[in-house]
């Protein structure tokens, strides 16, 4: 027996139009939820912030040493695809020595880092922070270097009354560069792509990456390179007590081993923080000061909910990887960082 079955086209066409208009005010409601706690969350992060501070108030009993942590590269504005503060955290991080400095409850400073380098500007001002904290508050500073202290790393360093390294410490690299210019116009060639760059003046487009350096511009890059290299070897030779050729000599770009750069001076002992806190309380009878560890910390509703979701990279092709390997390079024009280790 055959089963006849009748089929309203109107009424399934009317149930289609209702469903996807349910859907489609299921998605716009969903989205709403969405945009509301991502909004709430700026919002409670921002009263949150005006009322209690950015979350990382330092809460100290009595007298105290406070330990600051330099990890990664030395940069402003570090921060991942949502915007939300990743890695060193450069203006919070000078904020916190001010606040330091200005505590009568605070007694001394144990700087610890763990970085390839960073930019020209960046160090140059944490350093000059550093040395204002020790020279306008009589007390202690020392820098305790992890897995690397390079370029960078090493020049915050020197503003330390000792510098204590890790026996497995990579540090040195005193030096400064520029990055890696690229040339691609053959590449360019290849493909058939002809560019024209229009400036008022000369040396205004030098460096770009679709230009070739002139003999002039070269020497212009150098010129900023050796005036930065020198600032570098002068901050060593005055903080460490070397001589400037002494200086000069073993600031080739090498990296040093810690045993290497105890015997050039570079630093003062081969150690771990716990040697510093120890050091820091014995030399400077504070046995009656607890360690407070002064670490940046994004407490924030938005973080809590976007920190973890990550963006996959759909990036692809050779021409791609060229173009993010330039990218990534030209990041810091000028900078003391240490190129193998960044």
């Given at each position: 027996?055959t089963?006849?079955?009748?089929?309203?086209?109107e009424?399934?066409?009317?149930d289609?139009?209702?469903n996807?208009?349910?859907?489609k005010?299921?998605?716009?409601?969903?989205?709403?939820?969405?945009?509301?706690?991502i909004?709430?969350?700026?919002?409670?992060?921002?009263?949150?912030?005006?009322?209690?501070?950015?979350?990382?108030?330092?809460q100290?009993?009595?007298?105290?040493?406070a330990?600051?942590?330099v990890?990664?590269?030395?940069?402003?504005?570090q921060?991942?695809?949502?915007?939300l503060?990743?890695?060193?955290?450069?203006?919070?991080?000078?904020?916190?020595?001010?606040?330091?400095?200005a505590?009568?409850?605070?007694?001394?400073i144990?700087?610890?880092?763990?970085?390839?380098?960073g930019?020209v500007?960046?160090?140059?001002?944490?350093?000059?922070?550093?040395?204002?904290?020790?020279?306008?508050t009589?007390?202690?500073?020392?820098?305790?270097?992890?897995s690397?202290?390079?370029?960078g790393?090493y020049?915050?360093?020197?503003a330390?009354?000792k510098?204590?390294?890790?026996r497995?410490?990579?540090t040195?690299?005193?030096?400064?560069?520029?990055?890696?210019?690229?040339d691609?116009?053959?590449?360019?060639?290849?493909?058939?792509?002809?560019t024209?760059?229009?400036?008022a003046?000369?040396?205004?487009?030098?460096?770009?990456?679709?230009?070739?350096?002139?003999?002039?511009?070269k020497?212009?890059?150098?010129?900023?390179?050796?005036?930065?290299?020198d600032?570098?070897?002068?901050?060593?030779?005055?903080?460490?007590?070397?001589?400037?050729d002494?200086?000069r000599?073993?600031?080739?770009?090498?990296?040093?081993?810690a045993?290497?750069?105890?015997?050039?001076?570079l630093?003062?002992?081969?150690?771990?923080?716990?040697?510093?806190?120890?050091d820091?309380?014995?030399?400077?009878?504070?046995?009656n000061?607890?360690?407070?560890?002064v670490?940046?910390?994004?407490?924030?509703?938005?973080?809590?909910?976007l920190?973890?979701?990550?963006i996959?990279?759909?990036?692809?092709g050779?021409?791609?990887?060229?173009?993010?390997?330039?990218e990534?390079e030209i990041?810091?024009?000028?900078s003391?960082?240490?190129?193998?280790?960044?």
């Amino acid at each position: 027996m055959t089963e006849v079955r009748e089929y309203n086209i109107e009424a399934m066409e009317a149930d289609k139009k209702k469903n996807n208009s349910r859907l489609k005010k299921n998605l716009i409601i969903f989205g709403c939820i969405i945009a509301g706690i991502i909004v709430f969350a700026l919002i409670g992060s921002s009263i949150k912030n005006a009322i209690f501070g950015d979350g990382n108030d330092i809460q100290a009993r009595g007298p105290y040493i406070a330990t600051i942590y330099v990890e990664g590269t030395i940069a402003k504005g570090q921060t991942d695809s949502f915007g939300l503060p990743i890695g060193y955290q450069h203006n919070w991080t000078l904020k916190k020595i001010n606040e330091l400095a200005a505590d009568s409850n605070n007694r001394g400073i144990i700087l610890f880092v763990d970085s390839p380098g960073g930019g020209v500007y960046e160090s140059d001002e944490l350093y000059l922070k550093l040395k204002a904290y020790r020279e306008e508050t009589g007390r202690p500073v020392y820098a305790v270097m992890g897995s690397m202290a390079a370029s960078g790393g090493y020049y915050i360093s020197a503003a330390a009354d000792k510098i204590i390294a890790n026996r497995n410490t990579w540090t040195g690299s005193l030096g400064v560069t520029i990055g890696t210019l690229y040339d691609i116009t053959e590449l360019l060639e290849k493909y058939g792509v002809k560019t024209v760059t229009i400036t008022a003046g000369e040396n205004k487009a030098m460096g770009s990456i679709v230009d070739p350096l002139t003999e002039e511009q070269k020497a212009i890059f150098q010129a900023l390179v050796d005036e930065a290299y020198d600032q570098f070897i002068n901050i060593i030779s005055e903080e460490r007590e070397i001589g400037l050729d002494e200086v000069r000599k073993l600031a080739d770009g090498r990296i040093y081993t810690a045993k290497q750069a105890l015997k050039l001076e570079l630093i003062d002992e081969i150690g771990t923080i716990e040697d510093a806190i120890i050091d820091m309380k014995t030399v400077y009878a504070l046995q009656n000061c607890e360690i407070i560890d002064v670490i940046y910390q994004d407490n924030s509703l938005l973080s809590s909910l976007l920190g973890e979701v990550r963006i996959p990279d759909m990036n692809s092709g050779d021409f791609k990887v060229i173009q993010n390997i330039i990218e990534d390079e030209i990041k810091f024009p000028i900078s003391y960082e240490c190129e193998l280790l960044k």
